[in-house]
């Protein structure tokens, strides 16, 4: 028997604060409440009218792709969401459009933003956050791997699911890269987490380097509860963009008490200003601060096609777990 959607606890609450409006609803789902914003889409939750499986529902309104290289844009972010298949990556459902939206219908991470689970502890224990770090490293060297880097790695595009475990979202700014000369064009990304090398706008260098710099920022934001390069105080809120790139090219890291020696390694070796000179995937994923901290399994060692099977038995490192213990 079908599940009775509009008794629903999410439908029940969202219908309870519009009673007397019909529930929007655009192809098979009831789009319920707003779950966030972003500069270009608002995401919904939606919730089958028949099945009552809850997803996320990313809508750009039409009017605001006015060209085709917008269009071109939301074209290459679906296309790449679609190639790739990780536990810590956010899954494609479906597409759709309508005379208003374009949608994209996403796998929901029910656990909110990482930006706001760090705000709710002021910042994270070390085990914590090795464990969402190991999570998020595993998601990038897994889309690195195929030929895609994020370039908008950020608190804010890093969600939870219901297990608290992290699902990396947002992949507007994605793109490929080519192996042979590591370079690509645009500019682009959020200037707090931005790599210096996007200073240099010939964009010499800016690639899978780049994420890694964002990976940096975050595990420090995770350990500290504040961003690293976000307080330059001639240039109040990074107003002028090339005065923060230029402050945080020169800025050495400075630590708060809590970060332990171990992480402040690693931590050192992600934020170095010369992409050639910043650590690789590779080396960050045998650092001891993982060692340390993460207790689970970690699927550092697994090949794309491991991690791709384990996306499609559901995604969760708990199975892993349990079969590397047996
Ligand atoms: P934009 O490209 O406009 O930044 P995002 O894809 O980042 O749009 O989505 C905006 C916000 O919506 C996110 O920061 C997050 O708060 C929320 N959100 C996005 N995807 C999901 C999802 N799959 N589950 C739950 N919330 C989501
Ligand atoms: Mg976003």
Not at 60 to 76: H, S, Y
Not at 123 to 136: G, S
Not at 178 to 199: D, I, K, Q, W
Request: charged share 25%.
């Amino acid at each position: 028997p079908l599940p009775d959607v509009l008794s629903h606890p999410a439908v029940v609450a969202f219908s309870a604060n519009r009673p007397n409006r019909p529930l929007p609803k655009f192809g098979a789902y009831y789009m319920l409440q707003t779950l966030g914003e972003g500069e270009f889409a608002k995401v919904k939750l939606g919730i089958h009218s028949k099945y009552g499986e809850e997803v996320a529902v990313k809508l750009i309104r039409r009017e605001v792709v006015d060209n085709e290289t917008k269009m071109a844009k939301i074209a290459r972010e679906i296309e790449i969401l679609d190639t790739l298949k990780h536990p810590n990556i956010v899954r494609l459902y479906d597409v759709f459009e309508t005379d208003k939206f374009f949608g994209i219908i996403l796998e929901y991470a029910s656990g909110g933003e990482l930006f706001d689970h760090i705000l709710a502890h002021r910042y994270l224990k070390e085990r914590d956050a090795a464990k969402l770090f190991a999570q998020l490293i595993s998601g990038v060297w897994y889309m690195h791997q195929k030929n895609i880097v994020h370039r908008d790695l950020k608190l804010e595009n890093l969600l939870l699911d219901r297990h608290r475990n992290l699902i990396i979202t947002d992949f507007g700014f994605a793109n490929r890269f080519n192996h042979r000369n590591n370079l690509m064009e645009t500019m682009c990304g959020s200037p707090a987490y931005a790599a210096p090398e996007l200073v240099n706008s010939d964009g010499l260098y800016v690639g899978t380097a780049a994420d890694i710099w964002s990976c940096g920022v975050i595990c420090f934001a995770m350990l500290a509860g504040f961003l690293p390069f976000d307080d330059d105080p001639t240039n109040p809120d990074g107003e002028d963009i090339t005065k923060l790139y230029a402050y945080i090219a020169r800025t050495p890291v400075s630590y708060p008490e809590q970060i332990s020696d171990d992480a402040r390694s690693l931590l050192a070796v992600m934020l170095v200003p010369n992409p050639l000179a910043r650590a690789d995937l590779a080396t960050i994923m045998r650092h001891r601060w993982f060692a340390i901290n993460v207790r689970e399994a970690t699927t550092f060692g697994l090949t794309v096609k491991e991690l791709e099977k384990l996306a499609e038995d559901g995604p969760t490192l708990r199975r892993l777990a349990a079969q590397r213990a047996t």
